[in-house]
């Protein structure tokens, strides 16, 4: 399955079919190359729901609210940093989510400070003061 219309439209339900086709062929690019960079390995259908997440967002980037901190209309008030969108928010929570589960699953790491003797932290030599082959006036 490939990013598509209906995958951006079902991302961002304020899109008609037309504004998601025209999104679509305006941003698949950017933000493909924005997704593979942060790619973690996701798997085909996540890769594909983050596309169009990314797709949404560069959409909103003309949005006159995308930029500020806070907000309010009415009785209704919001705050986000600026350039997030609800889409970058979720964009970026999924791959962190599949970053976190596979750092979990792996079998291959170790940390380097598993194996340590009784109350030895860190790998240095002790330090001598005394050598055990001076000898003793008496």
């Not at 219309?5 to 941003?27: D, G, K, Y």
């Not at 924005?34 to 967002?57: K, Q």
């Not at 006159?64 to 929570?93: R, V």
């Amino acid at each position: 399955m490939a990013v598509d219309a209906a995958l951006v439209n079902a991302a961002n339900r304020n899109m008609t079919a037309a504004q998601a086709a025209t999104a679509l062929s305006l941003w698949q690019t950017t933000a493909k190359a924005l997704l593979d960079h942060d790619n973690p390995g996701l798997d085909t259908v996540l890769y594909d729901l983050c596309h169009a997440l990314m797709i949404c967002h560069l959409w909103a980037g003309g949005d006159e609210k995308a930029g500020l901190k806070s907000y309010s209309s009415g009785d209704f008030s919001a705050s986000q940093n600026p350039g997030q969108t609800i889409w970058s928010i979720q964009y970026h929570q999924i791959i962190s989510d599949f970053q976190t589960s596979n750092v979990e699953e792996s079998t291959d790491v170790a940390r380097s400070d598993s194996v340590m003797g009784d109350f030895k932290l860190d790998q240095t030599d002790d330090p001598v003061f005394f050598s055990s082959d001076e000898t003793t006036e008496g």
